[in-house]
């Protein structure tokens, strides 16, 4: 079976300083990671996936994470934040077959002007 | 072009009624998704369509709910006799098949909330 841990519920940053999204994962297979983001009343944005092709993937607006299998985690981060990016974060995992997508509880991310 | 598309947005209904959500797909999409999102907690799996087979029912939470999509399209999720814990977002998805790397392109969500 195929879960997420998101470690923090809220991160606080200031703008211009860097953003860390702690996710760790368990999976019985090789698994492939998404990371989502959900901005307030609007739908679920793919950020960017794992998908075994290379271990840091980059997504859209600056953000990439880290495949790390010693450590089963796959953080999310970004150099510099900014305001757009205050938002709700999910990690998600899904193994092979038919096994739906595991979502975490998310992290909201505030950014402070 | 147009994204998934959901109705109602918002659906506000007394306990023991029967409610109907609506998704519209992404035009060629052959894979459906219904998820629930209660206050604090993570997207959860409800049901799944994919093309002409069997729905995966494996995630609703009771015999309460029911999901359908005529024609390989449009689905409709139904609860009946709502209960308060219902009250949450339902989210639909949807992805041009069920392999794990099609990109899941989700609507905006219908919020219930059951008084």
């Known amino acids: 079976a195929q879960s997420v841990t998101q470690l923090d519920s809220h991160v606080s940053v200031s703008e211009g300083t860097p953003v860390l999204l702690r996710c760790n994962y368990s999976s019985s297979y090789s698994p492939s990671l998404f990371w989502y983001v959900q901005h307030p009343n609007k739908g679920l944005q793919l950020l960017l996936k794992?998908?075994?092709?290379?271990?840091l993937v980059k997504g859209i607006n600056g953000f990439e994470a880290e495949f790390k299998k010693s450590e089963t985690s796959f953080h999310l981060t970004k150099p510099s934040a900014h305001m757009s990016d205050a938002a709700e974060y999910f990690c998600v995992v899904s193994g092979v077959g038919n096994t739906p997508l595991v979502f975490g509880k998310g992290t909201r991310l505030s950014v402070i002007a | 072009g147009a994204g998934v598309s959901q109705s109602p947005s918002n659906k506000v209904t007394e306990k023991g009624k029967d409610v109907e959500l609506r998704c519209d797909p992404i035009?060629?999409?052959?894979?459906l998704y219904w998820y629930r999102q209660s206050l604090g907690q993570g997207l959860e799996f409800l049901i799944y369509?994919?093309?002409?087979?069997?729905?995966?029912k494996s995630g609703l939470p009771s015999d309460r709910f029911s999901a359908e999509r005529t024609g390989g399209s449009v689905s409709t999720l139904t609860i009946q006799r709502t209960q308060q814990e219902d009250s949450a977002v339902y989210l639909c998805?949807?992805?041009?098949?069920?392999?794990?790397?099609?990109?899941?392109?989700f609507g905006p969500g219908t919020r219930l909330t059951v008084l």
């Open positions: 794992y998908t075994s092709a290379a271990t």
């Open positions: 369509f994919q093309g002409n087979s069997a729905p995966d």
């Open positions: 035009s060629g999409h052959t894979a």
């Open positions: 998805a949807s992805s041009l098949g069920r392999e794990w790397w099609n990109e899941q392109f």
